[in-house]
Nanobody
Framework: QVQFVESGGGLVQPGGSLRLSCAASGSMFSIYAVAWYRRAPGKQRELVAG???????NYAESVKGRFTISRDNVKDTVYLQMNSLKPEDTAVYYC?????????WGQGTQVTVSS
């Protein structure tokens, strides 16, 4: 049973950067495809970036060229480097497997992009 704990969010000005981290607990993290998701106020949760067990990545069109997902299978951690942040990136960010496991959602980490 894998569980996730997200961290690294905060308040940042437009154009700024943040690096989110997601620590996984439980077994066999390395075999899972994982992803970062976000839920903006009044919107449904959406997939932002995913990475397969072998390191293949995919991104939502809205973040391509700005966000980079990576994983460290030794530390059981997945990262999201976010550059050139925009106000529309404001959301609670979560990580989970891809596709997500219902019982693996964590509390998320709030990212607010505002001047």
């Amino acid at each position: 049973q894998v569980q996730f704990v997200e961290s690294g969010g905060g308040l940042v000005q437009p154009g700024g950067s943040l690096r989110l981290s997601c620590a996984a607990s439980g077994s066999m993290f390395s075999i899972y495809a994982v992803a970062w998701y976000r839920r903006a106020p009044g919107k449904q949760r959406e997939l932002v970036a995913g990475i397969s067990s072998g390191g293949r990545t995919n991104y939502a069109e809205s973040v391509k060229g700005r966000f980079t997902i990576s994983r460290d299978n030794v530390k059981d951690t997945v990262y999201l480097q976010m550059n050139s942040l925009k106000p529309e990136d404001t959301a609670v960010y979560y990580c989970n497997t891809n596709p997500p496991k219902i019982d693996a959602w964590g509390q998320g980490t709030q990212v607010t992009v505002s001047s």
